[in-house]
Structures are given as C-alpha cells and as structure tokens.
C-alpha cells in the first residue's frame, strides 16, 4: 500500500533499534508500550517512571502481561544521561515544559527524539508562552523540529531528528482541513470545530472531574473558548493557508473511554445554493481528498463513501482517521466530520509512524 | 417564583383534571406517566397502548410499581370516541401522522389536546410535507395549534385547545437562540447548532443502531445535513427574526440515557475583537437572556453565571434547561451552550408545563 | 398504604423539624440534601463541608439549583456545639471514627443522630476494632444505637435518639435474609451472598481506581474475602439466627453510577429435588416474605412476582428494594436476588426513612 | 513461551490454509473475521451471510476496512457444497441448530469443522434435547467432536476433524474449575458459579431487552436457575470428577460490550479454620493451577499472583483468562474468580487457538 522502500529504509528493516519510553506512566505512554513491545523493527530497551521505578511492565499494565518481555522489562528513573546511551530513538511521554529538558540532552547527543508533549508543537516561543503560561524552556531546539503529521510532513519527518507529534484534537481537526485549505476550496476566516473526547484524553489522573461517576451520564464542553491545543491548530491551518488564521474551537468531554469525533463546519469559497451546485463542488472536494490522501500513501486516512459517517468505534484501537463531507445547499455550507482514537491516531499511534518514516521502515509498521 | 394565580388558575386549582395519554409505551410516554402520576392537581384516568393493552401499569413500568395507582390502572386500546368522554386533556405521544387522527376528533369533542408529535409544529403545511415525507393529515386544525414552547408561548398557551409541545432539539436551540434574535444582537444566518443527543432519543424501537453494543463507546453524527426537526426551529427562528432563516444543524449520537448538550456558534450584530469589547456585548447578553427568561417567571430557565459551563448531569431528571454564553475576543462570535433532558423539558416535562400555563395551574406544579 | 398515624405522628405532623447535615459533600450527602429539601415536614437548617464552607447548596450542587432554598443555605464549618442548637435532627455523613466525635456531644445535649456511618453499627467493640482498625471512639454509646432498618427494627427506631444507619451492601443482604432465617427456612451457616455495586459506592474520591476510564469497560471483584461490611451483616444475620454465623460476601465493582444488584445462594432447611418440592417451598418461602414485609407496612419492599427479576434500573432514583426467589430443582438450593439504590434505600433514604419513623412522620413522607 | 514444533506443525507452518466462515454477521463472526484476516498461516477464503450477501467485509464491518483485503472478500450464500471445496477449515458461526446442518455433508467431504455453536458440545443427544428443546440434527457426528478447551483437550483437538468451541460461561468456570476436580482439592457437589456478561454475549439481536437504554446504568440476573450453558459445564465438571455433578449457574447482565467475570464458590475437600490452614491449602492450590497451566504450555492463562485480583479491562481484546484464587479462613471455603473476552477467549480466539493445534500451527499464532 506504501512506496517501496528507500535507500534508508532498506538500511533500517536490516537492524533492529532500540528505542525508549520516558514517562510511561499515563494512557498514552501505556499505548506506547504496546505498540512499540510489538513493533517488528524495534526493541523497548528502557521504559522510564518515577513513580513505579522498578517494577515491570507486567505488573503495572496487566494487559500486556502475556508478553514475554512484560515480565522482564522494569520501570526505571529516568535519566537523560543514561538514555543516551541506551537507546537510538527515545519518545517523551511527559508534561508540557518537562519534556524540554530532556529533548536537549538527547538531541545534543546525537539521539533522535520523537516527544508527545507540546514543548516542540509551537514554532513560536511567544505564543507559546501565551498558551502555556511559561516561557519556552529551550527555544533553540524550535526551528529543528518537525510537527509529526505525517500525511503533512512525510518528507521533513525523514530529514529531521525531533519530532514534535501533534494533540489529539489538532490532529482530528488538521488532516481534514488542511488539504481544503491548500486547495483553496474554503474560506480560513470560516472555520469552526466542534470536537467531542472521551476521558483519557484527560489523562491518568486522579482528580474529582474525571471520576465515573462525574463523566458516567454526563455531556459537557470545557475549556471555552481559548484552548491551548488551538496555539498549534492555528500555526498549522495558517501554514496552509498562507495567511495568518484564528479559529473557533470547542472541546466537549463524552463518556467513552476513547476517541474523538470532530465536526466541521466551513464556508466554501465557492458558493452554490441547489443541489447541483453542492454535488459539483462535492466531486472536486472528493477529488481534494483523494489528491492528498491517495490509498497508495496514506494508509491510515479512510474517506468515507456512500452514506457512511464517522463513527469513533469504528477506530478505536487503530491508527486510521476516518473523514467524511457534506455539502448543504440549504445553507451553502461544508460539513466534514472526522473520528480517530485519541490516544493512537491521536497521540502514540501517531508517534510511532513519525518513527516509522524518520527510521526508514515502513510507514505501516507495528500498526496494523 | 411564579406570578399570582390568575382567576382561571384559582379555577384550576378547585378541582382535579382528568388526564389520558395516548400511546404511552415509549420513553417520552413513560415519562409522561412519571409525572403525572405525581401531579397534584390533575388525575391520570387512561393510559393507551396497543402493544400493553390489558396490562397494570405496575407490570411494565416497575419503577412506578410503588405507586399505589401502578396496579389499579391498566393499557388501554386507544379509541378516540372514548378518549373524548374520558378525559378533559388529552396527551397524545404518537408517531407523527397518527397523531393528527387524534387530535381532530378530540378537538372536535371540545378536548384540551397536547401533542407530542411533530403533526402540528409546523404550520405550513408544504413544509410539514418537505420534511415528513406525506401530506398532512389535519391541516385545518394548524392555525389554531400553538407551539408549546411556554417560556416564548405562555400567553397563547393559555388560550388555546390544541399545543404541539416542540421536539427535544429545537427547546435546545430555540430557548437559547430567540431572545438573541428579539433583540438584534446576533445575525439570524449565522446560526450554526451542533448537538448532542443521548440515546432516548432515538425511541424504545428494536433497531440494531441502537443496541447497548452499537452505542456503548460510540461517538457519531447522523441526519446530516437536513434533520426532521430543521422545520420546525427554522420556523420559530424565523418568526423571532422577522424574516425566512435556514441554519446549519447537526446532531449527534452519545452514549448517555439522557440529556441533549447543544452548542450554538452565532455571529454578534455588534463586532468586537478585544477583551473589552466582549465583556461589553456580554453585559448586553446577560441583561438580554435575564429580561426574557426573569428568575421570578421563568422557573425552568437557569441561565449559569461565573465559570459554570452545563453539564447534562445537573438537568437529567428535572425540567430545567441550563444556559451559559462565551464572548470570544479571538474571533469575535457568541458561542452558548445549553443542555436539557429530551425526555423531561425536551418532550414530556414541557407538555406538563403546558397543561400547567393552559389549565391555570402554577407553571411548575409536579415539575419540581 | 402504611397503618394510620400514632399520637407521636400526630403531634410530628403538627409542626416542622429543623434538620442538619454534617458533611454533605458526599454522594450520601448529596442525596441526602436532595430528600430533605423537599421532605413536607422537615427543614433544612444547617448543613456542613469542611471544603465547601461558605458556599451555597446551588454552587456546589448545581442540580438542586432550581430549588429556591439552595441560594440561600451555604455549607457551613462543622461546630457539634452549634449542631446542638441550630436543628433537633442531625444526620452525620462523615467517615466512620470521625462520626462519633460529633455524635457523642449531640446525644448529650438530647438531639437526635442519625449516623450514616459505621460507628454504631456494630454492638461489639471488639469486632469494630478487628474491622475498622482503631478503638471504638465512643463505646458507652454502643448500647443505646438502634440498626437502622426500619422493616426489622421500626419499633425499636421510635424509641431511640440514636440510629446506626446501615451500609448499602448490608441492606440488600438483611433484607431478604432475616425473614428467611428467623421462619428457620434457610441454614443460617450456609449463605453466600455475591453483590455487584455502582461506583458511587466507592465515595466522591479522587483515587485513580475510580477514574471514569478505569471503571468503564471494567468488571471486577474486590475486598475479597473480608470486606468490613461483614461486621454488621454478621451481626444482624446472627441476631436473626439466633446463633453466631459467619457468611460468604463477595463485592464486585461495576460500570454503573447507582445500584446494588445482589445473588444470594442459600440451603434451605427442607430438601427437595424435584418440581413439586420446589412448588411447595416455594409457596412458603413467598408466604414468609409477604409476612415479613406486607403491603400495608412495608411500602419499600417490591416482592416480585411472576416471571420478574430485580433489575437496578427499576428501583434507582427510589428508595425502593426488589426481592425476587427461584427455587432451584436441580440442586435444592434458594437462590434470592436484590436490587436497591445503593445511595437512596442504601443510605441516604433508609436513614429518612428511619428518621420519618423516629420523628413520628408518615414512614413514607419525602421519600415517594 | 509454547513447546517445539510437532512434525504436523512443521508441515502445517509450510503451507497456508484457506480457511471459511459461516455466518459472520454477528459479533463472534466480527471477531473472527478480525482474527483470521490477520492470521499468519491461513487465508481468509470464504465468508458467508444470508443478510450481507454480496457486499464487502469493509462495507460491513468498518473497523476492519484498512485491512487490504476488506475491500476484496464479499460475503457469499452460505451452500455446504461449495464451502468444502473453497476451504480446508470451516468455521460454523451459526445459531444451535443451524450449525449441524453444514457440519455434517463437510466432515464427510474431509473438512475440517469448527463449530461455535452449542450443537456438538454435549454428548448426550438427549441431553441436548432437554436444554434446547428440539432433537440433535445430527446424532452421529457426536462421538467424533472433540470439546474445543485447548487447555484441557489439546491431544484430542490435533486428532479431530470436529471441534465444537466451547460457550462463553463455561470457559470461564471450566478451566478454573477442572483443575480442582482432577486433584481432588474440591467438593464437585459445592461448585456455585456467579457471572457478569457484557452485552455482546446476548448477539446482535434487534431486541428491546438489549437497546442501549435498556441496559445502560442496569445491572440484571436473568435465565435463573436453568440455563442452557449448564448442559456443557455439568458434562465437563463430571468428566473431570469422574461422577455426574450438578451446579449452581447464574448469569448476570452488565453494561459493558465485552468481558465475563465469574466468581466461584467452592468447599475443599481439606477443612481449614485458620490462617495457617488456608495458608497451606493455598500453596496446594497454586501448586495444583501451576501444573495444569504450565507457562510453558498454557500462554493463555494467567494465573494472578500477590494481591491481584481478575479485571475484565485486562483481558478484552485478548485470548487471555485470569484466574485467581483466596482461601477464606473464617468460612473455609475457596473462592476462585476469572476473567476472559466473552468473544475471544469464550468464542472466536479459542475456536482460532483449536485450529492452530489442530492444524499444527503453534498455539499462539493469530492470537497475540
């Protein structure tokens, strides 16, 4: 389904690279750990968490404890030193502004790093500092970084040796707007998403707003109207539209355990108000979808046909984002919608295919 | 919190009503049954199903079987002719198209009907044809139905025989959206309402969409672009507006029993793009929402104040509708939320508050 | 439905009883606020939260926000002494050892106290401390709590100052339990008693084993074999023996907000291994029931009939226990089945119920 | 983790199977379908169903529509004739009943038959009659199926060419349960077996009693005390016991999609009153587990050690049952609890696991 394989790919399926987790703790790390525990070009070398440090995998993530590593694979502190040395490829499963201090280090030694958090996300210290309410902790590192979407980067991701993977949300949100901005097929000024999570998006951690009981029968949004996911939903959109750009975005909190569906609502820029006029500009935002996700490269895009909609069960537990459209010729409006799994697709699914291409395996490897 | 009683209130509360309610084995209908049960002013005297007919209450709703009438009053076969002697009001919580075959005879006999059905929502009966799919089935009795919405309503509720009590969305959209029209404060073709609907929604009807494994850890859209409900709230915005309004609606499917979680983009009539310019059109919005829904007259309106965003949890079960409201300097639209229980104050919980204003009894009696 | 009012009720009836809550920040607590909010003939006085003093019911609890009185009570600092004068009934909803603190100076200056936690629960001092882990903090009090299960010790409950209000695991096991061992109809050492909780069993905590997505999705057994509820049910199951018994209790945590669901295998004292002999216990084993618990007395108990199973979807919301029996041919033994709300009849409406029983108010009074 | 290749596997590893699936639109089938397309010996030929007939795998499960050939492999007619010549193995996803109409004209056409319903679990074709109420289509084939729990048959499934997968519930007390029996640790007349089921164990039927409101925020026994699953675990525990036994079952609904929890109640043969007694008894129980479920062997049970207790979270989506077990020293039982997949482990993994021994693939393949 992908290009055959290049010269450094061809390099890479001949060895095989150990890689690291630092922080492995949350949902995402957990995700991270059985992709990469069964990722046929990588070996899980080190598996860092302060707070279960010398305890297995086994133990702390009973899923996994059939695996014949689980049981040999420890938790320990991490160390950026030590990790170095210890493993080519290290991901970061850290909060905002810790993970910087360990991508430094690393960088400097020569490991590729490939970090979940939103330290590298935003190429403007400035602007992160507004969202994230402190200063940049290593602005230096800015402009080598590369934002790991990869239906987007593909090409810089190969060249770079930090990667910066996306949110969950802007992800849901980028791959289906971006093409249709490029295209020129919506007005940027337009764009509203409406996006639903399930609640480890919040994390692993113990706080009264994410108990059962207060996330069971309940529906509510959060975070109105300034998130900080939309510091780099908005560099991004602005990249493709050539101008700068401010959306509106709504994050709601829905009781499953994961996923996230996004519903789009954009003013093409050509407009039509009968059903003629909204099948034709259908056909060339279907062909704007094709164009930039065809089957041959973008395996983990599904553009739905038919009368299909997006449907968060129908990813969860993959790395695909499925996308569909609609154009209302009552309002001359165009719907997308999207769904992916927050915690792959979303965040470590997402990961390991930046590794994928940054290593030269193929895109697709460990995630399906 | 509610005005003095009028004299046909004082009327009203000398004497027990008789109620009937038609079609009372889906969800809607067993909640009706709840309420009334419970209502000290009025008697609930026949209860129709043909699926139940012959069996007690107590039998096939056993949450109600401690009530000392649960095992007294049995389904009945629905009989119009019968329906009109029985009882004074007439609850009929049938599928649209039945409804009306209902209601004519009822009327006819001098009944108080209150239809939770689509069939007299909308009073043109073209449009009812476009959205529903058939003729209408009673189209002389449009003119003098009222919509049952008793907090824009309340006047002509009190005066009519015949109230199409509004579907669970449009409450959600309309309550929140209509004083903003009233008052010019936001441009009627902005409205853009995403909603999300728990799973009562759909009805107590054996389809495989709606079993617990098709639903449980699913997230989706469905009716997009062009939902039933578009008729009537495009209707009622466009009374509020004084002129022919479409807009964008999408609803989507959540795992919850109950509650509908509505967020409305709206575009300000009045632009603003700092922080001052929205604290200054938000005081204009509070003052707008506090004159329509005033605490003194309008018991189910809750509008939030202070950080408070809704949560369906905080209305599941009650027939308050809560109502919060964000200026966002960034992009410079209103962004307000509402959320209700569709059972309750978007369906059966309104049709009491209706039979309430129109019988004289307190708007709130048996909804509190 | 219950025996006509004694003089006490009388005189109960004739005025209205102010009424505190110590520590409602809980979900008893909660469900405690909400049942004396409306309860015809008690007022909510004063309520307590070390961590919400100086708030109003309505911020806290938002979904009794439309309740006219929850923008005027604020939680308050806990002050026994205060306690003593400010309400004549004070319902403790704090951790067991905390509970006594405050129970003790209230006996003493003669109000009366109605403690939902296990500190006067179990008689013996010495088994307290084997399962709570701590000396009893007030012993001498002991002897005067009354059990607060109002369909085996109403008597008792007019007569006290003091009710240990029961867990919600003991009440879905007594009841069904007691008429069967007193009627000598079931071998005291052979129950077995396997009960399904809702998390809000486990408290309002921020503990990670009760985040939304580790119990979503999770069915799981816990506590196994000694869980500290069996102090009481021993106890009182004992009581009913006549003859010291231990039993066999298993809980398990399920994906629900509300209810317990529990199995209960029991030996009856007469063998039978065909049909027949499953018939004729049967028709005693119901006679016992409807004995124990008559219609005209106990309007909280639903014997089931027929083909009906309990179901905790029928009696959440309500203070409600379902009890339905099987016996089974095949193995000779009685299988019994419960479902209660574990907050309402499992706590917080069993303890009005009790408190409507002391004061001398209809038994059902705020409670239908 | 499994023991060398047997010369069958080495010839089995050499070549693919093409492998059939006989009604696959239900969940087990979904599984399967799932679990084949990505088995590393065998080729996913044929998949059969009335209602989907000629359209994709990807049209009708989207979850699996990124899998190459999904868009390929079109549901068929399900014709016996036409599947011996199109498959090697026949997987039978069909209701009881149905399922021994295709199994017998394949068996004598020299395929090899893999049953997932109930038609040749039990022996005794008069047995059969009693618990599912119509004669055994095909009497003659019973001596020749092997019951499919790998964990106990294995040199019996790698000489059969009928398997009859064993049911959800028994997997889930047979294989803690056999064990016991064979060493004589337990009393085969005191075996209590009380399980929680998600909701895809009842299929995916158009019925009321499974909608999502239905079951949501409910928690149920049903089919007491006489369920059909009992004729296959009696069979099997006497087998084990060397005496015809019968149990105690009861099954419970709970709402989550997948995962059994079953909890046993068990009286050792050895008596024991304290601590040191359950202590030892406890070594001789785990000692008696170890050597049935070697880890060398037996990749798919995991046997809890410390204070872990079964989790259906950790165990959906493999072909893992946890089992653990706890001596109670106050009522000298024991109390063994498992947990499994209902659709994998309790259905289409284990019916994959008996086709790998079967066909002599290692035990594991396709499964982790």
Known sequence: MLRGPSPRQVKGLMKTKKVAIVGASGYSGEELVRLLLSHPHVELAVVTSRQYAGQTLARIFPRFANHPKSK???????????????????????????????????????????DLSADFRVKNAAVYKEFYGHDHPAPDLLSQ?????PEIYREQIKKTSLVASPGCYPTSILLPVIPLLKAKLINPRSIIADSLSGVSGAGRKAELDYLFVECNESVRPYGVPKHRHLSEIEQEISFAAGTAVTIQFTPHLIPVNRGILTTLYLAPTEHFNDAAGAASLGERVAACYHAAYPDSESAFVRLLEGKALPDTKNVVGTNVIEIAWRLDARTG????????????????????QSMNILCGFPETAGLV
Chains 1, 2, 3, 4 share one sequence.
């Open 333 to 352: 409006r165009l719907i997308v919608m999207s769904a992916e799994d927050n915690l792959i697709k979303g965040a470590s699914g997402q990961a390991v």
């Open 145 to 149: 970084a590369v934002y790991g979407l």
């Open 72 to 114: 040999t694979i420890r938790f320990t502190e991490p160390n950026a030193e030590q990790l170095a040395k210890q493993a080519g490829v290290v991901f970061l499963a850290l909060p905002h502004g810790v993970a910087a201090e360990y991508a430094a280090p690393l960088i400097q030694h020569g490991n590729v790093v490939i």
